[in-house]
């Protein structure tokens, strides 16, 4: 059955492709955003779709509209965009939580926020799984947006405990593909746009650290199985791609794929960088039946076309 959904953050990376898939299913979609890190060209597709609406407004103030629905997103998601303006970050994550879980509570909707495994802070468990409270630094420069997001955790937990408001919390680890933002300074599309323009590719330490990366397809999946899972499953729930790779094979695989001439740059490690950061996903497995289906080499060849023909355009 068609419903009215509500996607905060829809014109930034992961919002437009699960608005996609929303209209796709046969919902109407309400997309917000206010084009602080994402634009409207991310969904311009979705724009000759009558069931498609879009609104510019910023989360932090309040919104009244009749959906069945919220997915929240709206939160810069990249160190240097988050950092930009520590304050407004803060007030996003937790102003906008309480304005859309206001909204939730108004209309009767089910909500789901997009949490992050940032919440686990710098771990000393690995891999994360969800009972893991996090070792995060409270007044540091990434704290605007950790603390942001748990925040807004206790806030979503405590509207479920107090408003008996059905919540749904996913925590999103490392995610890539097409429309992530050129300068966001995440590695997959740094080294991307770098090996693109023909520019070394800076490998920060020696590059035996590894990530997992999840391509978005993946991830939008979970988010909505997630939020049409029964009332029971609240989360929190670690959505993500457990497969490590080394940052070094990462830049390589790029090398290759791009037939770039660029070479790799090595830079030391910045402080704070972790070793390794790896979901347990158990739970999602078991829970959504859900696990992530798409090669690192299929994802980097959709994300390489995508920043191709933007960097053609621009
Ligand atoms: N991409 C990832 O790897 C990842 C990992 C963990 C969590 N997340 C979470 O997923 C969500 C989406 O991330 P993304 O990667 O698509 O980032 P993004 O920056 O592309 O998208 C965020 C969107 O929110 C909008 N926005 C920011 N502040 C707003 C405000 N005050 N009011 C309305 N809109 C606002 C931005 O303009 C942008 O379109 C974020 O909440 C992020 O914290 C993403």
């Known amino acids: 059955m068609s419903k009215r959904i509500l996607v905060t953050g829809g014109a930034g990376f992961l919002g437009s492709h699960l608005c996609e898939r929303l209209l796709a299913a046969g919902n109407d979609v309400l997309c917000v955003d206010n084009y602080f890190t994402g634009t409207k060209r991310n969904v311009a597709a979705c724009l000759d779709n009558p069931r498609f609406e879009l609104m510019r407004h910023d989360v932090t103030f309040p919104l009244y509209v009749e959906v069945d629905e919220i997915y929240n997103l709206a939160c810069p998601a990249s160190p240097i965009h988050y950092q930009h303006d520590p304050v407004q970050t803060t007030k996003t994550s937790v102003h906008g939580a309480i304005n859309m879980l206001g909204l939730a509570k108004r209309v009767k909707a089910q909500i789901l926020q997009a949490s992050t495994s940032e919440v686990y802070g710098d771990p000393e468990v690995h891999p994360q799984v969800e009972d893991y409270w996090g070792n995060v630094n409270p007044i540091g420069i990434r704290s605007c947006y950790d603390e942001g997001k748990r925040c807004a955790e206790t806030l979503f937990f405590d509207y479920h405990r107090q408003h008996r408001l059905p919540i749904k919390v996913a925590r999103i680890f490392n995610t890539y593909g097409p429309r992530m933002h050129p300068n966001d300074g995440r590695v997959v599309s740094n080294f991307v746009v770098q090996a693109l323009k023909g520019e070394p590719l800076t490998l920060f330490g020696d590059g035996t650290q590894t990530r997992s990366f999840c391509y978005v397809d993946d991830l939008v999946d979970g988010l909505i199985r997630l939020m049409d ?86």
């Open 229 to 314: 899972a029964p009332a029971e499953l609240t989360g929190p729930l670690n959505l993500g791609n457990p497969n490590e790779v080394s940052v070094r094979e990462l830049a390589e695989k790029i090398v290759r794929m791009t037939n770039t001439r660029s070479r790799i740059e090595f830079r030391p490690l910045p402080v704070d960088d972790p070793r390794q950061r790896q979901p347990d996903i158990a739970l999602a497995r078991k829970a959504l039946d859900w696990a992530p289906h798409i090669e690192l080499d299929e994802g980097l060849k959709a994300t390489i076309a995508y920043f191709r023909e933007l960097l053609e355009i621009s």
